[in-house]
Structures are given as structure tokens and as C-alpha cells.
């Protein structure tokens, strides 16, 4: 952890142009003639990123659509993408190429360019990367910043999903086949960001943990942001699979891989399904109540190193 | 080989939009507004790319030079760059910041975001990915494609240099200088290539090797191109090193990492320094002579793999 927040640290110094949000952000806002082009980077590592005997597909899938939700919550409507590519098996590269396909063609999103290379010896583990490029919708931009002192804070549908997915998968169990898809492949809320651009004060997508996330919304805000996680949208499966207490929502709400979006609102007339979670308050940091108790935070807030 | 060129058959069955230009140009071209933009996405892999050994720094530098080579190509001036990085040694990630700063100030482009990662395992090879973002300065972009019958073929610069510079910092040679940072910091052809857009038929970078690229473009425009070794810019310090012959000729044209434009154009007053070394002809494939003797093809015309 303190060797990734010194080599960001290091990469701030040097993104001074404001296109760069301070590297505080999902994406970069580039201004370009009228309008605002959005561009994000994100990669995938073997043996990081996904479990050993993940279907290729999936691979590809969650490589594009979490760049997509990057794009989702500006507000933007992808223009395409570019894939950096470690060849492996020919099998595993083919199946690769099908989930990429699959997930392009989902979603309108045409495969521009990019680059190919080998991968260094048998037992090194791949790295795939890939950029997305959007147009911004609606201007100003949304940023993670911009939430203000009376502002509800609001996620788009469930949290938690992708977490037990997750152990589905890990476990190699067959059922819940809607959870492990919600692991395996991610929906980009691309639709539901369009509609909340203009009516949010700052939005951002939920990739590392719903609390880690809105904290950092916070954090940018220079506010508090309290969350009731007593409010917390989680789906009946997930329920039935883990429970419906503190501990099965704490769960829900710091494991991430849900790709919903989290935005900061002083409407409570939102355009999309979305549930109320929390809201901002002066001061710093995050509190938890879970209705009217209080929650001590628990030891991580959602996943740091992704 | 066959691995790769099947892989790259299936991207281009999915990158159909114009845009990608079939994946046989340096870089996608998207029109945006009243403008084009250029989008490139080069990976390095250690082992693959960098020798064990490397200054971080360098390896920062021809990430970010090879990719504005492309944009070079297109007569593209660069709006930014997105970083995709694999954390490894906290010293070494810290002189790659170094150079990462340096190359960038160089050629004022701002670092605009991108990707951090942690490696699978102490033993495995660490990726970098690098995005380039530039916007054109002459329409029509130029393209590998374009060349017609009676054009001449012309080189920027000198070629050759980065391949005897690989070989005295593979040997660890502290001689030669100006030849190891021939290979270790190339120099993208940013003004030349604005200079030319507007002059030539088609256009590209020479990454791996004279010879490979030269028949790339022949065989994108649909024609022949002859290339006459004995006129080939190679520099005094290549010529000290490797001698003045056709077999040093040879290697200097089918080695690559120059990193120098190659063009097609009907005028023999060029803009900037270049050489000509060549023509295009009816027919297609490549031809290669010295002077008035014709010459064989060598086995392999360029670096095909990366």
C-alpha cells in the first residue's frame, strides 16, 4: 500500500494539467473544440485481477466495462477503446477475443487500435490494459469533488453482488448464477450516468468498496460523508446467501467490483433507480449508523490496491 | 509469430469502424467535432522489451517516445498521455518517475491519468502500457496507405544507430554514447512529422526495421517499392562501429528502434532533413538493390514481434 500511494504521489507531481483532476478522479476531462472528451486507463493482471480458470471471456468483459463505468460516471457516451494485449494460449486468446467482442458489441463500443506483444517466459503472468474514450454528455463535467453540506448521497441499484460472486466462483460452487454474473460481468451503468449528469453535484463509480469510495468522494468534497447501512441496497439473493444484518452489509458495502454509481445530489427527485444512503455534513471522514445506532468502522473500508 | 498474426486476424474482424483504420496504421484516427484525433497504445514487457539492467529511466523515456513516434507519423501534436503502471521496487519505480517526468517535459505533453497496479509474484515480468492522445494538424491524416505509383520513398534522419546501440549496452560498452542513446532514448520526429503531413502520399514511423516497414506501407498502398541500399543514411559513428558495407547496410535497415518517419511523396523538395532511398512501382512487394547490382532479400526484413 505505502508503495503504491508513494508511486502515485510521485505520478501527481508531474499531472499538473488540469485535464488530469489531480489524478483525484475516475477520468481524465480533456477540453477539445466544444466539447469535453473523457479518457480512462485501467489494466488487468493475472493472478491479481482475476482467478486461475476464469473463463477468457469474463476477462475481457470486466477489462471493458470497468473502463465503461469509468466513462458512466462522467456522464459520457463511449467513443472506443484501445486493448494492450499479452498473448498466452491460442485457445485462451481466441475465447478472449469472443468475450471482447461480446462486450463491445453490448454496448456500441468500437475496438480502434491498440497494441500486441509477447509475454516474457512461460510462468510470467499477463497484463492486459485498456483505454477508453468518451464524449461528456453534459457540462460541467461530474467530478468525485463538488458534493456540498446537505447533499444525500445515493447508489444505483445493489451493492454486494460481485462480493459473493466472488466467493462463488473461488469456490467453483454452480448455482447463484446471477451473483457470479455480477462478479464475472459487470453492467456499466452508461444510460443511468447520462441521466444523473446534470442533476448531481459529484458522482463517481463504485469499483473499490461502496464506503472506501464515498469517503474518498468526501474527502474531495472536504466534508463527512454518513452512511446508514440500514438503507443499503442489497439484492434478495444476496440475502438469502450471506444474511440481512450489520455484518453481511458491512460486507456488501467495502468488497467493490459492484460498478454502480454513487453520486451526490440535493434532489431526492432522482431519474434513475437509486437508493438513499447517506448525506454530507461538515467536517471530515466517514461515520456509520446502521438506523438510529452507532457503527465503528470496520478495520478496511474496501480494496486499496486495485 | 503465427500466434500473434492470428490473434491480430481476430481484433480486425472486430474493429471494423473506420476509425481503426483495419489495425494496419501507427495510431487511430476519430473524428471529433471539426478535428481529428489520434489515439495510440503501446506495451513494454520486461525481457521483452527492456534489457535486464536498464535505467528505469530510459525505460520510461521509449515508452513514452515510441507512442509519440506514432503521433509523429501522423503529423499529430500530442494533447496527453495515460499511464499504465505495475508497481515493483520502490527504487526503481522512482527513477522511472524520474524519467517519466523528464521525457514528458521534453515534449510539454501532460500526464493525464491512467492505472496502478500491483505485479502477481516476485518472479513475474512487469508490463507497462502507454497511452498517447494527440490532435491532428493536417487533414487528411496521413496513413500507411497512400503511396502511389512514382512516389518517392524517403527516411528522417539517420537508421541503424539504436541497433549498434543495443548491442554496446547489451555488452555493457561505456563507449558510444551518442549510439547506446541512440537505442536507450529515441527521439520522436514531433516537428517533422507537422512539416510533412501536408507533403506526403503516406506516412509512418520506422519501429521495427526500414525494410519491414517500407513493404508494410507497399503493401497497404497496393504497389511495389525498390530500395536502394548504397543511399541508405547511416552516421558516421554507425559507420566506425560497423563499417560502410552492405552487409552493415543491411542490418541498419532490418533492425529497427529508429524510430525515424518514412514517407511517400511526389516532390524532391522536402521540408525537413531526410535521405531518399527508394521508390514505388507497380507490382507489389519489395526489391532491394546497391547501387546499380541487385540484391537478395535477407532472411528477415525487420522485428516482427513486438
Redesign the interface.
Known sequence: LS??S???D??R?????P???G?N?D??V?E????A?I???????????WLPGADPADVAWKLVAANLSDLAAKGAEP??V??????GA?DW??RF?EG??EV?ATYTV????????????E???R?F?L?A?G?ATHRPVPARSGAQEGDWLYVTGTVGDAAAGFDLCREAVDSHARLRRAFNRPVPQLEAGKLLAPEVHAMMDVSDGLLLDAQRMAKASGLRVEIDLSTLPISHDYQVLRGNNLESRLVAASWGDDYQLLFATPTRDIPVDATLVGGFWPGEGINLRYGSEAVPLPASLGYE??
Open positions: 508503495t503504491e508513494t508511486f502515485i510521485l505520478m507531481a508531474i499531472a499538473t494539467d485535464a488530469a483532476r489524478l478522479d477520468a481524465a480533456i477539445f473544440g466544444n466539447e472528451l479518457l480512462t486507463h485501467d489494466m488487468m493482471v493475472e493472478g491479481v485481477h467513443l472506443g484501445l486493448l494492450g494485449f499479452m498473448l491460442d486468446d481466441r477475443a471482447l467482442a463491445l468500437p475496438l480502434l487500435g491498440g497494441d500486441t506483444t509477447g509475454k516474457s517466459g510462468w510470467s503472468a497484463a490494459g483505454t474514450l464524449r490496491h486495485r
